[in-house]
């Protein structure tokens, strides 16, 4: 098996590599820790500071090449394909596992703000009205009176999610308000 030794040498010899040779080399780089710095700059401690088209970019990358090249340009946007082609191999791969966990535990932090409809919101079709991305880029826009939708993608994706977070929170008070009058106004009745 040739030496890999950097990143882009992992990519051009990967279309070549025999299934055991990859099974060796996906052993010998799992698990390779989060490293403290890519080409140079140093690495923050989370992707909160990513804005949400960024974020984007990274959950809809088609494969890892995408996925290693969209984070290191949105961390630092300096670093070229080029250098990347140049990062130690096991660095590469650290930071690419370290970006699949931090995207992992973002979309478990959006996936918490699910609301919980009620069986007539269900029967209504309200599990119907999820538009994905666009939704949120929508949503955002309105709430904050912003014309053109595509500047939402400039935004850190934190402040969507603390947004989107907060109006959740004040919908199911609200819903839970509104039972307490109803099971007020029925107690009256009687």
Not at 89 to 96: K, P, T
Not at 101 to 111: A, G, S, T
Not at 135 to 148: C, E, F, P, S
Request: glycine letters at 6%; one cysteine or more.
């Amino acid at each position: 098996m040739a030496i890999i030794t950097t990143y882009g040498d992992l990519r051009r010899l990967y279309p070549y590599l025999t299934d055991e040779s990859m099974a060796r080399v996906a052993t010998r780089v799992k698990g390779a820790p989060k490293p403290l710095a890519l080409c140079g700059h140093m690495l923050p401690a989370n992707l909160n500071e990513i804005t949400f088209g960024q974020l984007t970019e990274l959950q809809t990358a088609a494969n890892a090449d995408d996925a290693i090249l969209a984070t290191a340009r949105a961390l630092f946007p300096a670093i070229t394909a080029d250098d990347m082609e140049r990062v130690n191999v096991f660095v590469a791969c650290g930071f690419l596992q370290w970006v699949g966990k931090e995207v992992e535990r973002i979309n478990k932090l959006w996936d918490g703000l699910r609301v919980k409809h009620t069986p007539q919101e269900i029967m209504a079709g309200a599990e119907k009205l999820n538009f994905g991305t666009f939704g949120v880029l929508d949503w955002y826009a309105k709430r904050q009176g912003i014309t053109d939708q595509d500047e939402v993608n400039n935004i850190a994706w934190v402040r969507l999610y603390a947004c989107m977070k907060q109006d959740n929170e004040r919908a199911m008070y609200e819903r839970r308000l509104n039972n307490i009058y109803m099971s007020n106004l029925n107690k009256k009745k009687k």
